[in-house]
């Protein structure tokens, strides 16, 4: 898969499209966990940033991180953002992925990334193919819709 496949790449591509002017960064690393995020933080999130969109989990519970340990880093994350006076949208993938709560408590908006097994997927299994990045991007539009909203009514 190429980097214009991945789903920053679409998402930008469509908001654009629909006029937006927005510059969308990946800034997440392969593998990356909750705490990493925490530590990377000064230097991923740059000072104009206006909206986030956060999905962490999986890499934590593959590397057997205590879930209560990921949702604190998570909601130390999303803290630090609104803080920040950074609109975020928080990514979940359902039970134990599921970060409404941390949403609702922060004030973030919160969808979840929801695709059946198998034809969607790349060839790791694991992360989603161009397609299925496509079917996300649409499932995620709204929220992001309302952020870049909120962004322009300040």
């Given at each position: 898969?190429?980097?214009s496949?991945?789903y920053?790449?679409?998402l930008?591509?469509?908001?654009?499209?629909?006029g937006?002017?927005?510059?969308?960064?990946?800034?997440?690393?392969?593998?990356?966990?909750?705490?990493?995020?925490?530590r990377?933080?000064?230097?991923?999130?740059?000072?104009?940033?206006?909206?986030?969109?956060?999905?962490?989990?999986?890499?934590?519970?593959?590397?057997?991180?205590?879930?209560e340990?990921?949702?604190?880093?998570?909601?130390?994350?999303?803290?630090?953002?609104?803080?920040r006076?950074?609109?975020?949208?928080?990514?979940?993938?359902?039970?134990?992925?599921?970060?409404?709560?941390?949403?609702?408590?922060?004030?973030?908006?919160?969808?979840?990334?929801?695709?059946?097994?198998?034809?969607?997927?790349?060839?790791?299994?694991?992360?989603?193919?161009?397609?299925g990045y496509?079917?996300?991007?649409?499932?995620?539009l709204p929220?992001?819709?309302?952020?870049?909203?909120?962004?322009?009514?300040?």
């Amino acid at each position: 898969m190429t980097p214009s496949d991945a789903y920053p790449a679409q998402l930008q591509a469509v908001l654009r499209g629909k006029g937006y002017k927005v510059a969308i960064k990946n800034a997440g690393l392969n593998g990356d966990t909750t705490e990493g995020a925490l530590r990377r933080f000064a230097s991923a999130i740059g000072r104009q940033t206006e909206v986030a969109i956060v999905e962490f989990g999986t890499n934590d519970l593959h590397s057997g991180v205590p879930a209560e340990k990921m949702r604190a880093n998570l909601d130390a994350l999303v803290h630090k953002l609104r803080k920040r006076n950074i609109e975020v949208l928080i990514i979940g993938f359902g039970a134990p992925l599921d970060f409404s709560d941390i949403a609702g408590a922060r004030g973030a908006l919160y969808t979840q990334w929801k695709l059946p097994p198998g034809q969607y997927r790349a060839s790791d299994g694991v992360h989603y193919n161009a397609e299925g990045y496509s079917i996300l991007v649409a499932q995620m539009l709204p929220n992001v819709e309302a952020l870049l909203d909120r962004v322009t009514k300040r």
